[in-house]
């Protein structure tokens, strides 16, 4: 049997398996609404406690009518989003959009494309070494015509499922020991 290492999916550029979208300008007057439909993620909301992996908690929200007067648009639910400006690239954080939202335009999104599981979307990013493809510099940065390049290996949708079931399965079992080691 193969070892996960030698597994041999067919290879493609990352914009074949997702879109990479950067996020809007989000006018300082616009923010601090929370009642309205679209949550409006900026780089911080990503260290909020409940965030680690799925963005539920969020301090902004914009209706679709300030989307549209900002020319900005809501991404789905599965959009894989990362920061893309500045010191915290090197965080390494990766997040899944929970329902229909926004970013600002210190994050960059992948959105899934047909075919391809939002949660092995997540779990390859988690792999991936953003700092590697960031300009460095004063102030780094990722391009979006650098990360459409990356190279993707693809397994059928049904290896992405089993895939994703044995990492969330791993994932529960080490929220169980680090559980018990705390008591």
Same mark, same amino acid.
């Given at each position: 049997?193969?070892?996960?290492?030698?597994?041999?999916?067919?290879?493609?550029?990352?914009?074949?398996?997702?879109?990479?979208?950067?996020?809007?300008?989000?006018?300082?007057?616009?923010?601090?609404?929370?009642?309205?439909?679209?949550?409006?993620?900026? /780089?911080?909301?990503?260290?909020?406690?409940?965030?680690? /992996?799925?963005? %539920?908690?969020?301090?902004?929200? !914009?209706?679709?009518?300030? %989307?549209?007067?900002?020319?900005? +648009?809501?991404?789905?639910?599965?959009? /894989?989003?990362?920061?893309?400006?500045?010191? *915290?690239?090197?965080?390494?954080?990766?997040?899944?959009?929970?329902?229909?939202?926004? @970013?600002?335009?210190? !994050?960059?999104? *992948?959105?899934?494309?047909?075919?391809?599981?939002?949660?092995?979307? @997540?779990?390859?990013?988690?792999?991936?070494?953003?700092?590697?493809? *960031?300009?460095?510099?004063? !102030?780094?940065?990722? +391009?979006?015509?650098?990360?459409?390049?990356?190279?993707?290996?693809?397994?059928?949708?049904?290896?992405?499922?089993?895939? !994703?079931?044995?990492?969330?399965?791993?994932? +529960?079992?080490?929220?169980?020991?680090?559980?018990?080691?705390?008591?």
């Amino acid at each position: 049997e193969e070892g996960i290492g030698r597994m041999s999916w067919p290879s493609l550029p990352l914009n074949q398996v997702a879109k990479l979208e950067s996020g809007f300008g989000f006018p300082r007057e616009r923010q601090g609404d929370s009642g309205q439909q679209f949550p409006f993620f900026r /780089v911080s909301d990503m260290n909020r406690d409940g965030n680690e /992996v799925w963005m %539920l908690n969020h301090s902004n929200t !914009v209706s679709a009518q300030t %989307l549209d007067e900002l020319g900005a +648009r809501a991404f789905p639910a599965g959009t /894989v989003i990362f920061p893309k400006i500045g010191a *915290a690239i090197a965080t390494e954080k990766k997040r899944i959009l929970t329902r229909p939202a926004t @970013y600002d335009n210190n !994050v960059m999104g *992948a959105v899934p494309k047909e075919g391809i599981n939002p949660r092995f979307l @997540y779990y390859w990013f988690l792999q991936l070494r953003l700092t590697d493809f *960031a300009n460095p510099g004063h !102030v780094p940065s990722i +391009r979006k015509s650098v990360m459409e390049q990356i190279p993707f290996g693809l397994p059928a949708p049904s290896e992405q499922s089993r895939i !994703v079931e044995i990492l969330d399965e791993a994932d +529960r079992l080490r929220k169980l020991r680090r559980d018990a080691d705390a008591k």
